[in-house]
């Protein structure tokens, strides 16, 4: 089971969608690894550099409708690869929430004002994120600040992430 556990990337926007996570110019690499690089390369938010803020980061927290935009696989995949299994975010795009558990990651929702006591206060902090999966809760820390979330995640989706992904539950199953 991949990790859920790190440093918290804040992207305060709605409607990030699969183009500005793997821009489609990179869709004809042949590896997960390949799209390493490019991840949210064509990201233009305020405060936001691709070059610096993506490397220490392990967990993504935003705002609604996440992953919109054309159905691929490589946004999660581009994540994967970065070390980044977690995003939380108000709401997602059916597909890209369904391509990250069904590649063992997690995409959990919370509701809009959960979000904005979250960015409010630990946005622009050195934050970092713990998930318990066995009591659904999620744990922010900076500095002496800390505040557990508690957040849901269906059994069949807790089932796939669990198995590392549709694959590792196909093994086991069928």
Not at 125 to 131: A, G, I, Q, R, S
Not at 135 to 148: H, I, P, Q, W
């Amino acid at each position: 089971m991949k990790q859920f556990n790190g440093k918290v990337l804040f992207l305060d926007r709605s409607d990030i969608n699969t183009d500005e996570i793997i821009p489609a110019r990179y869709l004809t690499e042949i590896s997960k690894e390949a799209l390493k690089p490019y991840l949210l390369e064509d990201l233009e938010m305020k405060g936001f550099s691709a070059s610096t803020d993506i490397a220490p980061a392990q967990v993504v927290v935003s705002r609604a409708n996440f992953g919109c935009g054309s159905s691929r696989e490589h946004a999660p995949w581009a994540f994967e690869v970065n070390d980044i299994n977690l995003v939380v975010a108000e709401s997602f795009a059916r597909i890209f929430k369904q391509n990250m558990f069904n590649c063992g990651m997690m995409a959990v929702e919370l509701p809009s004002d959960v979000l904005d006591e979250i960015f409010n206060t630990f946005a622009g902090k050195d934050t970092t994120l713990e998930t318990d999966l066995d009591r659904n809760v999620f744990t922010l820390r900076a500095g002496d600040l800390s505040k557990e979330i508690p957040f849901a995640v269906s059994g069949f989706d807790r089932a796939l992430v669990e198995a590392g992904g549709w694959v590792g539950y196909a093994d086991k199953h069928y």
